[in-house]
């Protein structure tokens, strides 16, 4: 048998192919801001409190109508109570000690002693902000997607929340009751919060949205 002559090796063997690089451009590439995530679950957050806050003030009228009527049993009660320990003259030295739970009744009654014109307010202000948080949250949803038009829509949505934010600590500060201590204070933080999600929306980079729209 003859042996089989060796492979040839070529002269020039063929080329490489360079290694792709993103080059300077893709390093140099801006990042995708995260405010929009942020801001818009955050705002779906709000939003949602925002709801059962509204149909918590929708439902204030018949919870205080309920409260007053327990307290006026319990008033009754008491006072039943108090006047047949007096008839029955058991325990006369117990009467200084009996007056406290008046003072009690008496500061329930100044809590809930409010204008005609509140329930009325209590069921357009809670309707309003079931209606705006709703609308918040689809604001918020929109710009957690970088939809087109979703910076205006939130910017709608937060000005129409710091607005009826302002009207409820207006009429909390206008009943001046125990009451609308609550109803300030909670007003006061929620309208905080619509303020800074405002400004981080205001101040953040809207390339992403401008792209979408194009």
Known sequence: MSASPPPEIPASPPPIPPVQFGGPAALLAPRKPSWPKVVGILGIIFGAFGVIGGAQLIATPN?????????????????????????????????????????????FNAMWDTPEWFDTWCRVGGTLAVLISGFYIIAAIRLLQIKPGAVG????????????????????????SLMSMGVVMNGVIGGIADIVLFIVVASGSKEMFARQAT
Not at 86 to 100: H, I, K, L, N
Request: glycine content about 8%; proline content about 3%; overall charge negative.
């Open 153 to 176: 829509l939130f910017y709608s949505a937060a000005g129409l929340a710091i607005i009826l934010v302002l009207v409820k600590v207006g009429v909390g500060v206008y009943l001046g």
């Open 63 to 107: 919870i205080m109508d309920f409260q007053k009527g327990m307290m006026s049993n319990m008033e009754r009660s008491f006072a039943e109570h108090r006047s047949s320990r007096r008839d029955s003259e058991m325990f006369p030295d117990r009467r200084d000690t009996e007056a406290s739970p008046e003072g009690l009744f008496t500061m």
